[in-house]
């Protein structure tokens, strides 16, 4: 007969934070796998035969173009450029004529451009960063608020800009100089500046911040030698995004500062061969080349701070 009065047997007990942990733990390796499948298909020769063969075809018109401006003009109106094996007649004329030909003058433009693009990327910048050292680590009344509205004018067209400002110039009475394509410039890079620097600036950690204010710094010191430092591939992003963003401009140099020879930057003087100097191919592609090259080596030289800039503050922990 069974004793009625006999102890229970023990029962484990289950600790609600490791069952937590363990679902945490399968669910992260459920992602690394997931990650480690998705990095074995993209890292497949496939995808390597893939991504080689879009970079050909991306390149084939710009390798084609730069053919084209060395070649003469006899030859660009009989044959195309992939004939340069059988054909091999190159010259620098086509350059020489665009560059310092009294009818094209594209050097001139070309200074007009260099004068253009570097105040331009680098008055936005210095703004920007003040701005976005006040917004992430001072603390004021109505910081939030002012921080969506700059966030808000991203979605400000242009466009819509363009008759109010250069009506405020010609009040001003500097329309048609450097400085009103410099405003501008400035004016429609700032808020996207300043909310770049900003959340890379908020994903620094406070703790450096909080040693060097204990260690006496105040804002000018700590911007300048903690700060600073960690913001170069920030900078570099954007610095190199305005730069192309500049010197590839027509619309708010052509609005704003006019055609004329001591203002125009390059896209102008460019745009204005397409139109009077149509049938000359051997001109229009050696001043689209001109134009192409500073950005292309730019970008190219720098490409690896753009990328940086870019996944910056993308991933913690």
């Given amino acids: 007969m069974t004793n009625a009065s ?35 298909k993209l890292s497949s020769p496939w995808t390597s035969l893939t991504a080689i063969l879009i970079a050909i075809v991306w390149t084939i018109p710009t390798f084609g173009l730069l053919v084209t401006s060395f070649r ?25 004529e665009a560059l310092f030909g009294s009818s094209t003058s594209l050097i001139t433009y070309f200074v007009n451009s260099v004068v253009i693009t570097l105040p331009a990327v680098i ?11 006040a917004l992430a680590w001072i603390d004021f009344k109505g910081r939030a608020i002012l921080f969506v509205a700059i966030f808000a004018l991203q979605v400000v067209p242009i466009q819509v800009t363009l008759i109010p400002l250069l009506s405020q110039y ?11 394509i410099w405003l501008s410039h400035s004016i429609f890079a700032l808020p996207l500046a300043i909310y770049i620097l900003h959340n890379f600036m908020k994903d620094i950690p406070p703790s450096l911040v909080e040693a060097a204010r204990m260690d006496g710094a105040g804002h000018v010191k700590i911007f300048f030698q903690v700060l600073m430092p960690l913001l170069t591939p920030a900078i570099a992003s954007f610095a190199i995004f305005q730069f192309l963003w500049v010197w590839n401009d027509l619309l708010v140099a052509l609005t704003f500062a006019g055609g004329t020879t001591d203002v125009a930057p390059l896209t102008v003087r460019v745009a204005e061969l397409s139109g009077t100097r149509g049938s000359q191919w051997q001109l229009l592609s050696a001043g689209a080349f001109i134009a192409l090259v500073v950005p292309l080596i730019v970008f190219l030289s720098l490409q690896r701070y753009f990328v940086r800039g870019l996944l910056a503050g993308s991933v913690k922990g």
């Fill in 6 to 40: 006999a102890p229970l047997p023990p029962q484990t007990l289950v600790d609600p934070l490791e069952v937590d942990t363990t679902r945490k733990t399968s669910r992260f390796s459920r992602t690394d796998a997931r990650a480690a499948r998705a990095a074995k």
């Fill in 123 to 133: 008055i936005p910048i210095s703004l920007a960063l003040l701005a976005a050292y």
């Fill in 72 to 96: 003469p003009r006899s030859e660009i109106r009989t044959s195309g450029w992939w004939t340069l094996p059988w054909n091999p007649g190159l010259t620098l004329d086509n350059y020489q």
């Fill in 170 to 180: 010609v009040s001003w009475g500097i329309a048609g100089s450097f400085w009103v």
